[in-house]
């Protein structure tokens, strides 16, 4: 599996999952990325992940950061929507735009925890474009990302 940081290149790869999803202010241990890592190498995912944070601790560039999103977000095979969103924490207000922008396209996924703040209005445009469920747990989600890749 490679992991692709917002920090490098856009690695060019059919076979990729963009982790899109609110990413945590300030701290960095918050971030649900890492367990979604851990889901993928252990299902054997052998793809790009598209990874919207740096991997360093280099000076954050905002420009640089959008369009390396928007360019691994129109990459990508599959856009794994994850929102645990946190009013405080994480409160996902660029996740919104990126989930209406791309929520009618087949290649997004979408899930979040029973615990997500405010979250109605996301489930609601998802149901109506999307046959599949809406996932309670980043493990199940991550596991049906790789099988939509595979067929």
Same mark, same amino acid.
């Given at each position: 599996?490679?992991? =692709?940081?917002?920090?490098? =290149? /856009? ?7 963009? *982790? &899109? %999803? !609110?990413? #945590? ?6 971030? $649900?990325? !890492?367990?979604?890592?851990?889901? *993928?190498?252990? *299902? %054997?995912?052998?793809?790009? /992940? @598209?990874? #919207?944070? @740096?991997?360093?601790? /280099? ?8 369009? $390396?999103? $928007?360019? &691994? ?12 969103? +946190? ?5 996902? *207000?660029?996740?919104? /735009? ?11 996924? @979408?899930?979040? !925890?029973?615990? &997500? ?8 445009? @998802? ?23 595979? +067929?």
């Amino acid at each position: 599996m490679n992991v =692709n940081y917002s920090d490098q =290149n /856009v690695v060019k790869s059919k076979n990729s999952i963009f *982790l &899109a %999803g !609110p990413s #945590p202010r300030g701290e960095k241990n918050l971030s $649900w990325r !890492p367990e979604a890592c851990k889901y *993928l190498q252990g *299902l %054997g995912f052998d793809g790009v /992940v @598209y990874y #919207p944070e @740096y991997a360093t601790e /280099v000076q954050f560039d905002y420009n640089k950061q959008v369009l $390396w999103e $928007w360019e &691994a977000l129109e990459e990508a095979g599959i856009i794994l929507f994850w929102v645990p969103r +946190d009013r405080e924490k994480m409160p996902a *207000l660029t996740t919104n /735009v990126e989930f209406g922008y791309y929520v009618r396209d087949k290649k997004s996924l @979408y899930g979040r !925890p029973d615990s &997500a703040y405010s979250i109605e209005y996301l489930d609601r445009l @998802y149901k109506r474009h999307h046959d599949e469920e809406i996932f309670k747990d980043l493990k199940s989600l991550c596991a049906f990302a790789v099988k939509r890749l595979q +067929d």
